[in-house]
């Protein structure tokens, strides 16, 4: 069984809207796609048709995944979030003692996750050494570039 997703109310709709788009619109396009690559004749050497289904075959298996994590999927109230220690939708400021740089991250689920606006999955090597973490604490995180040293400033919602 999959484990339980935690999303924001907008990460939600935008997997369900992705959803309702791949299931309409992607799927209608490439079963034209097909039609007019079979119109053309010999399916055994049409490149076109080869690519229309393998094309199909990724928007399946995307659909597939969409639908299992909106299964799984629970709705994180954020007035509900604790703040005393980082928990999925906190924002926690920290020093970067490796680079002596601060830092604001929002820990979010993998499929909210968007590092070029400082949205961090949870399950991300940082995002799991900050998790249950208070302010203060000093965590030491193992991430492929090496180690490096955080210490948590602030911890809020």
Do not use: C
Request: aromatic share 4%.
């Amino acid at each position: 069984m999959s484990k339980t997703v935690y999303l924001t109310a907008e990460g939600l709709q935008r997997l369900k809207a992705e959803l309702q788009y791949a299931r309409t619109t992607e799927r209608q396009r490439i079963a034209e796609a097909i039609a007019e690559a079979r119109a053309q004749g010999d399916l055994s050497e049409n490149a076109e048709y080869d690519a229309a289904k393998e094309e199909q075959g990724h928007l399946e298996a995307r659909i597939s995944q969409l639908e299992t994590t909106l299964a799984t999927a629970r709705e994180v109230d954020e007035s509900e979030v604790d703040d005393s220690t980082a928990r999925i939708l906190s924002n926690v400021r920290v020093k970067n003692h490796t680079a002596g740089k601060e830092a604001t991250y929002v820990l979010v689920s993998p499929s909210e996750a968007d590092f070029a606006q400082n949205r961090i999955s949870v399950e991300s090597p940082i995002g799991r050494g900050l998790l249950g973490k208070a302010e203060g604490d000093v965590v030491e995180i193992k991430i492929p570039a090496g180690k490096v040293k955080l210490e948590i400033l602030e911890i809020s919602r």
